[in-house]
């Protein structure tokens, strides 16, 4: 590709965002500012119509608006911040160099900074941390006429209107919730309390996780769940669109765990060579030092293998066996923890679940292999000598072993990391497939031991 054709390149991508019939929708605006550099994008966002620029700063897939903003002149980029949902500047401005958020933070409003720090100081994966606080809020006096008005004045500057809640006149308690549909279908002058949802609001607390949010939201089919402090006054708002950019986010980052390597934390085009090593290099040294145990426990039987060379032939699926059977477990019980199918007390049900499962599964391997040992011996493809019966006995025996181990040690730890406090995902199949390897050979040269003993051992 010639480097000189970049530059050029940019400025048709940008000349495009900014022609009203080519610039496309919001999301192809995104995508189109993505692929721009930094500087680019900001002098781009800067000659965009006010509000268009602050739909694009507001979606989350703009994936370096932390960069951008400072490029901004700063008058403009307080006012596009002033525009912008709160808890959108509080997830960029976290991003941000702290210099460069200071500078920004000085000039906002009192109330603004006010209510960025307060989202910004609640623990990751909590409510707190991914709510809004722009949502729309009534006194319980009032009627449904001057409940649709006050919409009518403050929709553009609220996340959602698709639920009003009613507050309690002198204390600013949450008394109830109001759907719009219920609310343009009730009489102009009857109070606004007439059309409200019947039973107590479903809430959540700022230091919920949100896992547990996204779980009450799914339950109760809700576009919204109120965030209340212990005196039930009003904190925010949780919208179904935060807990899937939150999924999104948390099932990307899984995702990288279970294939054996810290979570990139970034797209992975935006992550330099550097950074790709160092998240990589770790966990691939780790489990390759397990692997080493590996080749401890062949030298430990050198002596058998040496005397019964057969046995060599099996090693790759036996091994390939409990590491699969492992992996299928840990991936299950995970699943099972992160949605609460699951708590840390029942571990001992799944151990007892899982038993019968592994031996079962491995008496399945186990049948495969005895099979295919009497089929190449029949047929005459492989000679496994005069004792091939009881080599396809120890094949058989050892993989119900193995697979009863590595479904037990599978699904037992996801558990054991959460008791650690340790995120359960770091229970990668790669790791699984490594624990299970030394195990598996010790499993294996043991059964071998005992059947093959005066015979080939």
Do not use: C
């Amino acid at each position: 590709m010639n480097m000189n054709s970049l530059p050029l390149r940019a400025g048709h991508a940008a000349r495009a965002l900014l022609t009203p019939s080519r610039g496309g929708t919001i999301a192809e605006r995104v995508e189109a500012l993505n692929a721009l550099p930094a500087e680019k994008a900001a002098e781009t966002l800067s000659r965009m119509p006010f509000e268009k620029a602050i739909k694009i700063l507001d979606r989350p897939e703009l994936r370096h608006a932390a960069q951008i903003i400072p490029l901004i002149e700063i008058g403009h980029a307080t006012r596009l911040i002033h525009g912008m949902a709160n808890d959108r500047v509080a997830d960029v401005f976290l991003e941000m160099e702290p210099d460069e958020r200071e500078l920004l933070f000085a000039r906002l409003d009192e109330n603004v900074r006010v209510a960025i720090k307060g989202l910004m100081g609640y623990p990751p994966r909590t409510a707190g941390s991914i709510m809004t606080t722009e949502f729309v809020s009534v006194p319980h006096t009032w009627t449904i006429a001057r409940t649709l008005e006050h919409i009518r004045q403050v929709e553009r500057t609220r996340e959602t209107v698709y639920a009003i809640y009613v507050l309690d006149a002198e204390t600013q308690e949450l008394l109830r919730v109001v759907t719009l549909r219920r609310l343009i279908t009730g009489q102009p002058d009857a109070e606004i309390l007439s059309v409200a949802q019947v039973g107590e609001p479903v809430t959540a607390t700022p230091l919920m996780k949100q896992e547990d949010v996204a779980r009450l939201i799914r339950r109760h089919d809700l576009l919204a769940l109120p965030v209340i402090d212990e005196r039930r006054h009003m904190l925010g708002i949780v919208t179904v669109d935060d807990v899937i950019d939150t999924m999104i986010a948390d099932t990307t980052e899984d995702a990288q765990k279970f294939g054996g390597m810290e979570a990139l934390g970034k797209p992975y085009m935006k992550i330099g060579f550097a950074g790709m090593i160092r998240k990589r290099a770790g966990w691939l040294a780790a489990l390759f030092l397990g692997e080493m145990l590996t080749a401890s426990a062949m030298q430990h039987f050198e002596g058998e293998l040496e005397k019964a060379v057969v046995l060599t032939l099996f090693i790759p699926l036996i091994m390939s066996s409990g590491g699969n059977s492992g992996s299928q477990a840990t991936s299950l019980i995970i699943r099972a923890l992160a949605i609460g199918e699951l708590k840390l007390s029942d571990w001992w049900r799944v151990a007892i679940r899982e038993l019968p499962t592994g031996i079962a599964l491995g008496a399945i391997l186990g049948a495969v292999g005895l099979a295919r040992v009497v089929l190449w011996q029949s047929i005459g493809l492989y000679d496994y000598g005069q004792h091939w019966v009881l080599i396809g006995a120890t094949v058989f025996s050892a993989l119900v072993g193995i697979v009863t181990f590595g479904s037990l040690a599978g699904s037992m730890l996801p558990f054991g990391l959460q008791k650690l406090g340790l995120d359960p995902a770091s229970a990668s199949a790669p790791f699984v497939a490594t624990l299970v390897d030394v195990t598996g050979l010790v499993i294996y040269f043991s059964v071998a031991l005992l059947i093959l003993s005066g015979t080939l051992l």
